[in-house]
């Protein structure tokens, strides 16, 4: 297939969770690709470690300090984008947080970190990236919704609020396809669904017992769907690692 990346050169994208695993390789190359990457993570400094490393690259990287799940840290990354960059053409819906806590004798605070950041932080920021979008009329923006094969299949062992919570990733994907159609826009929406990948997320123990993808075989993914043709969406893809077991 003929590339048409070139169109997004010069192009902002925020990618939320920069700081580690995906979300910083999502960033990296992105950048590579040319585009303007705001990475938003509370450790703000990793993201400055990355932004510098990404020096002599095609495009630039600036680093924002935003936790996400704080409505009003969220609101002022996106005024930082407005005031700085112009505003917002792509989002990737990345930061996320699994944790293997019983539905049955798990506390209450866990289930609640896992809602707020997997569903309700990627909802507002999704609002925002739109709002944006809007403003400045851009009808060709993209939201990608980091999501996991957790969103597709039986929860497993005591992952299943995180499986709840990527179950209902899949959900707002193709509520917000709906939304988008109902308005004639051709924002594109894409959940990417990831397998094992290697980062500080899944148990240890797993990473020792079963092949695993690495954070840029995701990265590529992303550069994949916003590469096809603007009439094309990439709505749903899910990637394993050869060998997974699931
Ligand atoms: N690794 C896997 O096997 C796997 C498989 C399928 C799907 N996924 C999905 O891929 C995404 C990225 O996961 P990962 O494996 O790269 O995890 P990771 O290495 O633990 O990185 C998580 C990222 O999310 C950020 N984050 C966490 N809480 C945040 C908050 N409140 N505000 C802003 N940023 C926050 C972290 O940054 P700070 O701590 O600096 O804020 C970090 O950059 C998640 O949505 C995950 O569910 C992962």
């Known amino acids: 297939m003929h590339s048409t990346m070139e169109r997004w050169s010069?192009?902002?994208?925020?990618?939320?969770?920069?700081?580690?695993?995906?979300?910083?390789?999502?960033?990296?190359?992105?950048?590579?690709?040319?585009?303007?990457?705001?990475?938003?993570?509370r450790r703000v400094e990793k993201v400055e470690e990355l932004s510098s490393s990404l020096k002599s690259e095609k495009g630039k990287m600036y680093a924002v300090?935003?936790?996400?799940?704080?409505?009003?840290?969220?609101?002022?990354?996106?005024?930082?984008?407005?005031?700085?960059?112009?505003?917002?053409?792509?989002?990737?819906?990345?930061?996320?947080?699994?944790?293997?806590?019983?539905?049955?004798?798990?506390?209450?605070?866990?289930?609640?970190?896992?809602?707020?950041?997997?569903?309700?932080?990627?909802?507002?920021?999704?609002?925002?990236a739109l709002k944006s979008m809007k403003?400045?009329?851009?009808?060709?923006?993209?939201?990608?919704?980091i999501n996991s094969v957790a969103g597709h299949i039986p929860p497993q062992d005591y992952f299943c609020m995180y499986a709840a919570t990527k179950h209902a990733i899949t959900i707002l994907t193709e509520g917000l396809r709906r939304e988008l159609v109902a308005r004639d826009s051709n924002i594109r929406v894409t959940s990417i669904s990831?397998?094992?990948?290697?980062?500080?997320?899944p148990p240890k123990v797993v990473l020792q017992v079963s092949p695993y993808l690495n954070p840029e075989d995701i990265a590529g993914s992303v550069v994949y769907v916003l590469d096809t043709p603007p009439h094309v969406q990439i709505h749903e893809l899910t990637i394993l690692p050869v060998r997974q077991r699931l």
């Open 194 to 201: 990831p397998g094992l990948v290697k980062t500080d997320l």
């Open 65 to 128: 300090k935003c936790d996400v799940t704080k409505e009003s840290h969220v609101t002022l990354a996106f005024k930082w984008v407005k005031e700085n960059l112009g505003g917002v053409d792509i989002l990737v819906n990345n930061a996320g947080v699994a944790i293997d806590s019983s539905l049955i004798d798990g506390s209450t605070e866990d289930l609640k970190k896992m809602l707020d950041l997997n569903i309700l932080a990627l909802s507002v920021c999704t609002k925002e």
């Open 10 to 41: 010069g192009r902002v994208a925020v990618v939320t969770g920069a700081s580690a695993g995906i979300g910083a390789a999502i960033a990296h190359e992105l950048v590579k690709k040319g585009l303007k990457v705001v990475g938003l993570a």
């Open 135 to 145: 403003e400045r009329g851009v009808d060709d923006g993209h939201i990608i919704n």
